[in-house]
């Protein structure tokens, strides 16, 4: 047993947090991310932490890290130039794209097409054809495969896409392209759709496969440079990054298929609450998750997250599994204003990020933000970090004025006014994934995380009526912490494409426990115990006709146990809670997935000594606050000195090394048994 560390990369903020497999202690660190070179940031606060903990950076066996490489460059439109190799007949299969448009009536006459990932001129067809069987109709042209190859490389391309017809059901003509590929263009990396993808829809295919490509350069760096600047500072742990859907993959396997890190960074507070939520007996979650850029948000049901089939960066939606997150652009870094035209106060989603900061951060910034408005308002007392971070109330007051200016009101009300709209931007986020899911958010807990959600969840969770408001131990490092406890998962997946009635149990039984051991192979090649791999099914049903489906997970004991019938009952009761209705119509199954686990950490949460109810003796101080339209007497209190079953009405303030929590006047904060606080309607 060794050390574990975790790692995840925020717009304003670096968390890691340490923790020994023996004894369960653990230690945590914040530094500023430096989003010109992330790993300058990480490797900064590897130093520190393990002054911190004494501890040997070669004692380190695992680091486990959130990145957001990936999502950057899709977003920031930095992904490599993709050469597309697809069939005669198909070359323009991404610019036709689908036919659906977002937004409301006539949206489609102000919708700004994306441009393809993959340009027209990159894009070339050879010759050679499967059918939908597999069989080979016309045997691939290899003589138009190095005509295309040459024209792509005196393009310039830096990565290389093969998505041919029917390639999901047989890849061999994929396959040899790529060899050919690999032979011409040795440094170019080539992602084959069948190896990304295999599934039916060739446009989703083909753009899942494109999007790898694009990305595959960008973060096959970061790693690689990564893995060089780590092994330089002595440690050799075993690296992996966080996955989309919420668990690890080599850094070896994430350079080959990055398309499925994409939303890698919002994963890891997911998977952090989860570890929460069975430590302290909570099971229905919504998470709040507020960064200095961004708030992300997701649902927990019976302790298994939400999880979808596409993963949406921007306009990009690829065909791979992610938790299923929500995000909007309300942080503590989140600029306010008041535009010229309206004269109505806006918050984000600019944000003013690591550099320059909120001006309360004293590092040159100028414009008002969350933070600030916080600030002002007493909510943030001076003192961050510890100690070792002080914040400037004079220049926040000062930033702040220059809203109430702009409004004609005073300096209280402006800075309660912009607290108020970010409060509303995230609870129209948690409306996304909870009501119009057709979830009732007042089954639910609100989990607030990351450096501000602990802030503002009490707020949100009076707006979403989600009791308790929960503030996690360590939630600023949250993130890290669900790096560091969640376990190896891949997955692969097979288009099945039959109607339920002519499908037998014992057919699908067979299949999924061929791709359950094409998954346990993978996890073995890893260096995982067979003992230790489990394995789950996934199975996509629709009625016949629909254009969507619905994933249900599935076990091949249950399927043994209640056949064909049991999955189309479970659709059917799946499909009216999400629809709210049911239909007359045959049943088909689409697609077929197995998904192998490492083994869970079991990592318990230290238990608190109990106390006598009466917190005082952690109060540091009293203190005065703006709330409810006028000035309150509050305490402010400090976390680690607070002991099991301590009650704190509010108003009050908690503050501990990474975070600062916030109880509203009319609320009543109650420590649990491991160290959580509970905040609930007086």
Not at 314 to 328: C, E, I, M, N, P
Not at 421 to 449: C, K, T, W
Not at 478 to 487: E, H, I, P, V, Y
């Amino acid at each position: 047993m060794g050390y574990r560390l975790g790692v995840d990369v925020g717009g304003t903020f670096t968390d890691l947090l340490l923790f020994d497999e023996a004894t369960g202690a653990f230690w945590r660190h914040k530094t500023p991310s430096t989003p010109h070179d992330s790993s300058e940031g990480i490797l900064t606060g590897v130093t520190a932490i393990c002054e911190k903990a004494n501890v040997d950076p070669k004692e380190i066996e695992y680091f486990l890290h959130g990145t957001t490489v990936a999502t950057n460059a899709v977003l920031e439109g930095k992904g490599a130039r993709v050469g597309l190799i697809t069939t005669e007949g198909y070359r323009h299969v991404l610019q036709i794209a689908r036919s659906y448009v977002p937004g409301g009536l006539a949206g489609w006459i102000i919708w700004p097409k994306p441009t393809p990932l993959a340009a027209l001129e990159d894009t070339v067809t050879v010759g050679g054809r499967m059918d939908a069987a597999g069989k080979e109709v016309r045997p691939l042209d290899e003589a138009s495969v190095k005509t295309a190859l040459l024209k792509l490389k005196e393009q310039g391309v830096e990565a290389i896409t093969v998505s041919l017809i029917n390639a999901y059901v047989n890849g061999d003509h994929e396959a040899r392209i790529g060899a050919m590929a690999r032979e011409m263009m040795q440094d170019v990396p080539v992602s084959l759709s069948h190896e990304v993808l295999p599934e039916m829809q060739e446009y989703e295919r083909t753009l899942t496969t494109v999007a790898n490509a694009a990305v595959r350069p960008v973060v096959g760096r970061y790693v690689r440079s990564l893995r060089d600047k780590l092994a330089a500072s002595g440690m050799n742990g075993k690296l992996s990054l966080l996955r989309s859907d919420g668990g690890l993959m080599s850094a070896q396997k994430a350079e080959e298929q990055p398309v499925n890190i994409l939303m890698s960074g919002p994963a890891g507070g997911v998977t952090g609450a989860l570890w929460v939520g069975r430590n302290a007996g909570i099971r229905n979650i919504l998470t709040l998750d507020v960064g200095g850029t961004s708030t992300d948000v997701a649902l927990i049901e019976n302790l298994e997250p939400r999880r979808q089939r596409t993963t949406e960066v921007g306009h990009l939606s690829v065909r791979a599994s992610a938790l299923d997150v929500k995000t909007v652009g309300a942080g503590g870094g989140s600029i306010a204003y008041v535009p010229e035209l309206t004269k109505a106060l806006r918050v984000g989603p600019q944000s003013a990020g690591a550099v320059p900061g909120p001006v309360a951060y004293g590092k040159g910034g100028e414009l008002p933000t969350v933070t600030d408005a916080n600030v002002v308002l007493g909510y943030l007392p001076e003192n961050l970090l510890g100690g070792s971070f002080k914040l400037d109330r004079e220049g926040a007051k000062r930033a702040v004025q220059t809203i109430a200016d702009a409004l004609g009101i005073d300096l209280m009300a402006a800075a309660r006014g912009i607290i108020d709209i970010v409060n509303e931007n995230m609870f129209g986020a948690l409306r996304m994934i909870s009501v119009q899911q057709g979830y009732d958010p007042r089954h639910f807990a609100l989990m607030g995380f990351g450096g501000a959600g602990p802030l503002h969840v009490n707020a949100v969770a009076r707006l979403m009526s989600s009791w308790p408001a929960i503030s996690p131990v360590s939630p600023g490092v949250l993130c890290a912490l669900g790096d560091a406890t969640t376990r190896m998962r891949t997955e692969t997946a097979r288009s099945f494409s039959r109607l339920a009635a002519q499908t037998d149990a014992s057919e699908l039984i067979a299949i999924l426990k061929d791709m359950a051991e094409q998954t346990r192979a993978e996890l073995r090649a890893d260096g995982l115990p067979e003992a230790s791999i489990e394995s789950e099914f996934e199975v996509d049903v629709r009625y016949a006709g629909q254009a969507f489906e619905v994933p249900l997970t599935i076990t091949a004991e249950a399927l043994e146990r209640d056949g064909i019938a049991g999955i189309l009952k479970r659709f059917d009761e799946e499909h009216l809670r999400l629809f709210t209705f049911n239909m007359d119509t045959p049943h088909e199954i689409v697609n077929l997935r197995a998904v192998a686990l490492g083994q869970a950490l079991d990592l318990p949460a230290a238990e608190l000594p109990k106390g006598d109810g009466n917190p005082i003796g952690a109060k540091m101080r009293d203190h005065t606050l703006w709330m409810d339209g006028k000035e309150q007497a509050a305490v402010i209190y400090d976390r680690a000195k607070l002991r099991q079953g301590d009650v704190i009405p509010g108003p009050a303030i908690v503050i501990e090394m990474d975070s600062t929590t916030l109880i509203e006047t009319g609320c009543v904060a109650v420590v649990d048994r491991v160290g959580n606080i509970l905040i609930n309607l007086a």
